[in-house]
Each structure stands twice: as structure tokens, then as C-alpha cells.
């Protein structure tokens, strides 16, 4: 026998609300181990006393069977004097007045929770807001800290004896389950009208199932908000709600009850698989069946559906009805998602046909997350519902921070010690609804996580709404600019624990830079200080403006122009252009009027999709280099590769696309089909990458490469450049936690102003 020890540990990070302190409770009474657990205010606090050997496994076991929502980012242990305790007990709380404890994501049904819901014995026979220890909502129905239900939504429904018995039993699944409810006192669904109008219908779910697959528009309150749903292999129904959503072509998401039925639509591969039934159930993007029953008019001229599974046990009992419903995210374009009853029917007025709700309040909401496989990994395109409110373990611990993110898919990033929170997505700050809603979060983020920042930063541009909010945030505080690119490298760096100077790569669509043009073609050398602009593609006029984001055919004629001066050569797409206004673009780009200088790779994308008949006009950001990267089919990859020039000027290498269009322009004219001309682009770029690498890597000695902008959301691009770096002996930092586009801005602003502060 060995000696009788004890120990006590201490562990930080999300344990509080997701079961872990039952968990504890068996893990020690399996081994006949003595002692306590406890909540407090760091966290969770154990006393464990028994045998050594014994508690060691105790203390593998914490660390490697950690219930499903449970994640823990440090574990402390000390020895105790062991003195003789009996028996094991979960303890009283001991709450101070500090909480470091984290709040849980949202998460999935789990699948013993299904199972009672469809079990007709069960006391929850399908009940729609079933939930348990391990699953059900966390993050937005919690009003306040510390986690507890009546700092949550459900502080409206009083527990039943039979709930409240669950609740306070150590041995049930339910213990201290916050949400917990059943049909006797739990939240309940109504059905309404278009009007908003409450209509008493027998039973709210069998008629919205009943209106959708009429073809009509329901609106479904879910986990963070509201969806509009429709039969997505019903064409007309799909039709009707892009026309009253006015989306001409964005792709709408889906939603099928399991993978058999996914796999109807969509292939899926084992990695996809693990993404798509991860805890956090993203949507993620699956190739396309030919031989699909959907409608074509989901996801048109893409080859991707964007899908998921059910994440509540409501949308387990819908779709359990339905080969796949849309469920695109219930708002109008470029307001943020709807998610009070009564907000929702005034916004979503004229789109629904019906409301299918609930009475348990959303208190923040969350969008659905956005997941693609990119080099094998799961990569974020947006991160919200599921993933917030989880930390990002940053380099070292650093002030409290506030970064306010980009202009576009903003979030917002508040730091404490070594952790980095980015909040859910909150859009396009385009409009007064969302720069509010962006304020709302940056004060629950303060709240939950009880922090208050000591610098705020923001992005260079002075003109960007994130700017002015962080300016009027500021009460006195220091305020750091960090510019765009640098902050997508730092994002980079921090999403792969670094902070060592490295070669950043940023390709993105529009950013301010440092000289007061526009960036977004950048190789940069630097770290979480400072950064260096050792590299960008030669800049060109934008002619118009912002006007060229939407209008891709506006950036070709400025490749054109660049490559063969007024005499532009005949090629197809121009037909679809207005004379008149081709003259008055080509007068912009000879006087330099209204057509600022850019670098962006996302715009040489633009140019690229027009000129090879792609599109000349866009309805969403990103379409035309998606639709381009579409066209590439598996025989397209012919390892040719456009020519781009490089060169050193001032110091800088500056890289030219003339080169390239020029080679197009050829390959147009000599019929090489629009997949092979996508390909040759994507083949040049990634050439340029590795070549630029190699003459920096020269110059500054070995360092890695990290692959940050939203054009690495561009798998083929990505993917390339990633296989030709890694063999010429690259080591390579690509985004996994947060997004390479904008949505994971903040997260470099914040790495970047707390490492300044550390400097002083
Ligand atoms: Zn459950
Ligand atoms: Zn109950
Ligand atoms: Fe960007």
C-alpha cells in the first residue's frame, strides 16, 4: 500500500456550468478517493486525499475525460496536508467578488438528451427545449456573472419539483443544469401570423411544418436568433425568399436532419464529418452533388452547399419532416440578425409568411459559425455561435485590452491575462443597428469577463465607424492605431501561440495604409511590435472608388489600361459594358480622378473574374474570386502558371500584374476555357508567394510564413502555396481559431497593443 497523500488543485478556464464539478465528484468516488469540490470565483478548487498513486490517476483522468463543454486553460497543484477526510462532497460555492470563471459557448443537443426527446416514455417526449449538464444554451441567455440561472433568460420559468429534484441531485444529469425545464415549466412555442398576429393553433410545430412545406416563409426563433426558413427543394419557395430578402446570389445555408440525409446533396469526407458533428456544429461548406434533390436556386453557380445539423432539439423535431430546410439568418441585408419577438416581426415584416417562436429570451445574439477544410484542418470563415465566448491562449499575459476590430465582418476582442476573447460575429458596420449592437457588445463582453480595458485599439483608418466607436470609448484612455495589415499578421501570429517575427503575407480586399493609400497585396516582415513593408503589388487606380468593389468589370479595365494603355483589346466581357461608361472609366484612369491607388490581391482577383466572363457585377463581398476559384475543376490544374514580375524598387519589391494579364488576354483570345485561365492565375500566385519568400527569407534569414487576408480563404490559392512553401522548407502559421479574413482582426489589434504596453 502506498502513502496516504493529499493535494490541492486549482483549475481555470470553462468549468463552471458544464458538469464539471459532478464530473469531479465521480471521477474521485470511482477511485474512493476523499474530499471536496467547489466553485469559486477562479474557477473550480479541489481537495483530494488517498492514496498517491491513486490520486494520480484521479488527476490524468480530470485532464483527459473532461466533460464535453468543459475546456481548461490551467491547472495549478499543490500538496496538502492529508488529514484524514471521508468521504467526497461537492462543496458550497465560495463566489468573491472577482469571477475569472468563463461563461460556456452554446452547444448542441447531446445526443442522451435527444434520445429522451424521442422516446416516448420519457417524462421530455418531445419537448423542444430539453437540455442537460453537458448541452443547451450558455452563452446567449446569460444576463450576468456569476453563471447561475437567475442571471440567465430562464430566471422566467421557476423550476417544477421534478426539474428542481433533477437540479439538485449530484447523481443526475441534470445537476445544476441552468436551463433546465420540461413541458410542465419550461419555456413553450406560439405560432403567429405574417402579421405577427398570435394565432391559437393545436399544436405551433405541426403547423409551421405544415406552412413550410406549402412553400410558405416561416421565421424560426432558434438558439441566438431568428432563421427564415424554407423547403429547400422547393424552387419557388426558394425564389420567394430571395426576392423578399432581396439576395439575388449569396448562397443560403441548409440544415438536414443527419449525415445520410446530407449526404443526398452534398459528398462528405471523415474530416468533414468530424466538423460538421463537432459540439460547436458550424456550417460548413460540402461539395455539391450533380444528382442533388435541391432546388438550384440555394447556392447558384457555387459548387458548395453550406451546411449544417441541427443544433437544438427543435430543429431536430422540424427537420426530422424535410430533406433540408434554408435557414438563412433572419435579418435584412446588412442589419444584424433579428433576435426579440418583437423586434423580429417588425424587421422581418413582408419576408415571413409565419413566426414559429418561443418565450425564452435571447440575450445576445449569436449568428451561426462558418467552417470550410482548408489543408486538411478546419478553417473559421466566421466564428460566433458555439465558438464565443471561448478564449484564444495568447503568448504571454499582457494589460486588459480593447480592440475594435475591422469595418466589415466586425468582432470586437477583449483581453485578460493570457487570454484573448473575440466576440461573436456582429457584421458590417455600415449602419447606426450595428455600430449599437457593437456597443452593446463590448459592454457584456466587459461585464462577463469583468475587465476593464486599460488601452483600446482600433485600425488605422480614420474614417472607419470601429474608429470613431473606439475614439468615444475611450474616456481618457490610450488609444493605439494599428495598421490592418499588421494587425492580420499579428492575428496570424496569435492564432498559433507566437510571437516570433515572421513573413506575413496578407492578401485582402481593401485595408488603409500606412502611406494613406490603400493595401491589400503586402508581404510584411514583423512580429507583435512592429512590422515592415518589404514587399507589395505594384498600385493601380480604383477606378470609382468603392464603386469597383461592386463592380469587378472596373478593375479589368484598369489591368488593361496598365497592360496595353487607351487601345483596349476586344474581348467579350467588354461587350457587356455601356460604351459611354467605359469611356468615362478610362477618362478616371488617365486623369486619376475619383480612382484612389490600391495593392489589393482581392481586387486583382475582381479584375481576373471579369476579364475571364465571370462577372462584371457583384451582389456580395468576395463573389466574384469565389466564383472564380468555382470554376477550377480537377483537370483544370495543367501546371501552368501566369507570369508576375518582380522587382526591387526603393528597397521594396514591388510586384507587377501586367505580365499576367497580358498572358491571359492571350489565352482568351486563343479559347482556353475560363476553368484552365482560373487555374493558370491561382498557379501564378502561389509561384509569386514562394519566389517572394525565398528572396525574403535571403534577406532576413529563415522565418516563417504566415498566410493571413481573406483571399486565404481561397482554398486552391491557399493550398498551393502552402505545398510549394512547405517543400522549399518554409515553416508555415495558417489561421485555425479565428478567421483570415477581417472577422479575426481584432484579435491582432489586440495582441499588438498589449504587446506595445509591454514595451512601455
Ligand atoms: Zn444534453
Ligand atoms: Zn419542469
Ligand atoms: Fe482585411
Not at 459592454?443 to 473606439?470: K, M, N
Not at 513593408?533 to 469597383?548: I, K, T
Request: aromatic share 6%; hydrophobic share 40%.
Amino acid at each position: 500500500m502506498s502513502a496516504v497523500i493529499a493535494k490541492q488543485i486549482r483549475i481555470e478556464g470553462i468549468v463552471q456550468g458544464v458538469g464539471f464539478r459532478p464530473f469531479v465528484y465521480r471521477m474521485a468516488s470511482e477511485r474512493e478517493l476523499f474530499g471536496t469540490v467547489l466553485n469559486d470565483s477562479q474557477g473550480v478548487l479541489i481537495d483530494i486525499e488517498g492514496e498517491e498513486e491513486t490520486v494520480s490517476a484521479f488527476i490524468l483522468a480530470i485532464k483527459t475525460e473532461l466533460p464535453p463543454l468543459a475546456s481548461i486553460s490551467r491547472m495549478q497543484i499543490t500538496d496538502i496536508p492529508a488529514v484524514g477526510k471521508t468521504g467526497f462532497a461537492i462543496a458550497e460555492s465560495r463566489l468573491g467578488s472577482s469571477h475569472v470563471a468563463q461563461i460556456a459557448p452554446d452547444s448542441y443537443v447531446c445526443s442522451d438528451c435527444l434520445r429522451e426527446m424521442f422516446d416516448p416514455a420519457n417524462r421530455r417526449y418531445r419537448y423542444p427545449f430539453i437540455n442537460c449538464t453537458n448541452c443547451g444554451p450558455r452563452y446567449s441567455i446569460v444576463t450576468d456573472i456569476p453563471y447561475d440561472r437567475p442571471l440567465t433568460t430562464m430566471a422566467d420559468f421557476p423550476m417544477c419539483p421534478a426539474c428542481k429534484e433533477e437540479y439538485e441531485d449530484p447523481a443526475s444529469r441534470r445537476f445544476h443544469a441552468q436551463p433546465n425545464a420540461c413541458a410542465e415549466c419550461g419555456p413553450q412555442l406560439s405560432f403567429a401570423d405574417a402579421a405577427g398576429q398570435q394565432l391559437a393553433v393545436a399544436d405551433p410545430l405541426e403547423e409551421a411544418i405544415k406552412r413550410l412545406k406549402a412553400g410558405e416563409v416561416a421565421a424560426i426563433k432558434g438558439l441566438g436568433g431568428y432563421h427564415l426558413a424554407v423547403d429547400a427543394t422547393n424552387d419557388t419557395a426558394v425564389k420567394r425568399l430571395r426576392q423578399r430578402k432581396h439576395r439575388d446570389e449569396k448562397p443560403f445555408a441548409l440544415m438536414s436532419f443527419d449525415l445520410s440525409k446530407i449526404r443526398r446533396f452534398a459528398t462528405v469526407s471523415e474530416l468533414e464529418e468530424r466538423l460538421l458533428t463537432s459540439v460547436e456544429r458550424p456550417i460548413v461548406l460540402l461539395r455539391r452533388r450533380d444528382d442533388h434533390p435541391l432546388s438550384m436556386n440555394v447556392a447558384p453557380k457555387n459548387k458548395f452547399f453550406a451546411t449544417m445539423l441541427p443544433y437544438t432539439p427543435l430543429h431536430y423535431l422540424l427537420l426530422e419532416q424535410f430533406e433540408a430546410l434554408v435557414m438563412t439568418s433572419g435579418n435584412q441585408s446588412d442589419e444584424p440578425i433579428a433576435f426579440e419577438n418583437s423586434d423580429a416581426q417588425q424587421r422581418l415584416e413582408g419576408i415571413a409568411d409565419c413566426y414559429l417562436q418561443h418565450n425564452r429570451r435571447i440575450h445576445i445574439r449569436t449568428d451561426d459559425s462558418i467552417a470550410r477544410l482548408l489543408d486538411g484542418e478546419p478553417v473559421l470563415y466566421r466564428r460566433s455561435r458555439g465558438y464565443v465566448p471561448r478564449g484564444v491562449k495568447l503568448p504571454s499575459e499582457q494589460l486588459p485590452v480593447l480592440a475594435v476590430g475591422a469595418e466589415l465582418k466586425n468582432t470586437i476582442c477583449l483581453s485578460r491575462g493570457d487570454q484573448a476573447y473575440l466576440s461573436h460575429h456582429i457584421g458590417d458596420l455600415k449602419n447606426q443597428q450595428v455600430v449599437d449592437s457593437m456597443k452593446q457588445a463590448v459592454e457584456h463582453f466587459e461585464g462577463l469577463l469583468e475587465v476593464q480595458p486599460e488601452l483600446i485599439a482600433h485600425d488605422l483608418h480614420p474614417d472607419y465607424l470601429s474608429t470613431h466607436v473606439a475614439g468615444e470609448l475611450s474616456n481618457g484612455r490610450p488609444l493605439v492605431a494599428v495598421q490592418h495589415h499588421h494587425a492580420h499578421l499579428a492575428s496570424c501570429l496569435a492564432d498559433n501561440g507566437r510571437t516570433n517575427k515572421a513573413i506575413g503575407v496578407i492578401f485582402d480586399g481593401i485595408g488603409y495604409g500606412s502611406d494613406g493609400h490603400i493595401w491589400g497585396g503586402e508581404f510584411l516582415v514583423g512580429d507583435l511590435h512592429e512590422f515592415q513593408r518589404v514587399g507589395q503589388f505594384a498600385y493601380r487606380p480604383m477606378p470609382g472608388g468603392d464603386a469597383a468593389t461592386k463592380e469587378p468589370w472596373r478593375m479589368a479595365v484598369s489591368y488593361l489600361h496598365a497592360a496595353y494603355g487607351g487601345q483596349l483589346p476586344k474581348l467579350p466581357f467588354l461587350q457587356d459594358i455601356d460604351e459611354a461608361a467605359l469611356k468615362l472609366l478610362l477618362q478616371m484612369i488617365e486623369k486619376r480622378l475619383n480612382s484612389p491607388l490600391i495593392s489589393s490581391v482581392g481586387r486583382l482577383f475582381d479584375a481576373v473574374a471579369a476579364l475571364a466572363g465571370v462577372r462584371q457585377h457583384v451582389s456580395y463581398e468576395g463573389q466574384a474570386a469565389l466564383e472564380l476559384e468555382m470554376l477550377i475543376e480537377s483537370d483544370d490544374s495543367d501546371e501552368i502558371a501566369y507570369p508576375l514580375d518582380l522587382e526591387k524598387k526603393d528597397g521594396l519589391l514591388q510586384v507587377d500584374a501586367v505580365p499576367m494579364v497580358k498572358q491571359l488576354v492571350l489565352d482568351l483570345e486563343n479559347g482556353i476555357p475560363a476553368g484552365k485561365i482560373s487555374a493558370r492565375f491561382h498557379n501564378g500566385l502561389a509561384w509569386l508567394i514562394l519566389e517572394v519568400c525565398e528572396q525574403l527569407s535571403e534577406a532576413f534569414g529563415p522565418l516563417p510564413v504566415a498566410l493571413s487576408g481573406g483571399v486565404f480563404q481561397n482554398r486552391y490559392l491557399t493550398e498551393r502555396a502552402a505545398k510549394l512553401l512547405r517543400e522549399a522548407g518554409f515553416e508555415l502559421l495558417l489561421h485555425r481559431q479565428v478567421p483570415p479574413n477581417d472577422g479575426g482582426l481584432a484579435l491582432g489589434q489586440a495582441a499588438i497593443a498589449g504587446a506595445k504596453a509591454a514595451r512601455g
